[in-house]
């Protein structure tokens, strides 16, 4: 893990390459290596999180005469992922591809994982419910309250709000703008999803 401060500089690095077609692959898996900090020319501290991508490797094309949709699949590790794009002569089976041939350093982008599961969850922790008196003689403490009627309907409504499993899924954080880029590791402004060694999905 990159915990060492690190000066943030302006000049792009050698390594980033320059993407201008939107018509290319923009989007790349990667493992979460944990948050950091960058500082600027003012001196102002940025929270960054490293991430670390490794060569990605085309395997396969799907084809809107078979499949109905334009996409690559590509293999990165042990992962095996489709990534939509508008045209496959660029990319023909067997090319590889790595964090300088998709982004480069200033570009905004959006990251999918996985969050943190917590478990099971009360009220309060999973919804943010008030919680009851807690003087003596209270028996509402941490209780849901009233989960419906009694007479009519006569039935608690799906989707109401109750205690149950928190975390586990996936959500997107968008506009992470790419400080840094340095060989297979990236470094981005705020936080990602997930824990550390958690999948990203960077597009």
């Known amino acids: 893990m990159l915990l060492a401060f690190m000066l943030l500089s302006n000049q792009v690095n050698e390594g980033a390459g320059e993407n201008t077609d939107m018509s ?6 990667a493992t979460k290596i944990g948050m950091s900090q960058l500082f600027d020319e003012k001196g102002n501290a940025l929270p960054v999180t ?4 490794g060569v990605h490797e085309v395997i396969d094309h799907r084809t809107p005469e078979k499949h109905g949709y334009t996409a690559l699949v590509v293999r990165y590790q042990h992962w095996i992922r489709e990534f939509r794009v508008k045209h ?4 023909p089976i067997g090319r590889r591809l790595d964090l300088s041939t998709c982004f480069q350093i200033g570009q905004k982008v959006s990251v999918k994982a996985k969050t943190i599961g917590k478990g099971f ?3 309060q ?9 807690m003087s003596h003689g209270s028996k509402n403490h941490r209780q849901p309250g009233s989960i419906g009627a009694g007479t009519f309907p006569g039935r608690v409504f799906p989707g109401t709000r109750m205690a149950g499993r928190l975390g586990g899924n996936f959500c997107t954080i968008k506009g992470l703008e790419i400080l840094q880029i ?9 936080a990602v999803p997930g824990k550390v060694g958690n999948l990203l999905r960077i597009e």
Do not use: C, E, I
């Open 121 to 123: 969850a009360g009220y």
């Open 125 to 133: 922790k999973r919804h943010h419910f008030a919680r009851g008196p």
């Open 182 to 190: 340095q060989n297979d590791q990236m470094a981005l402004k705020g």
């Open 50 to 53: 490293w991430v670390k991508s």
């Open 88 to 91: 496959l002569s660029a990319y």
């Open 24 to 29: 290319l692959l923009m989007s790349l898996l």
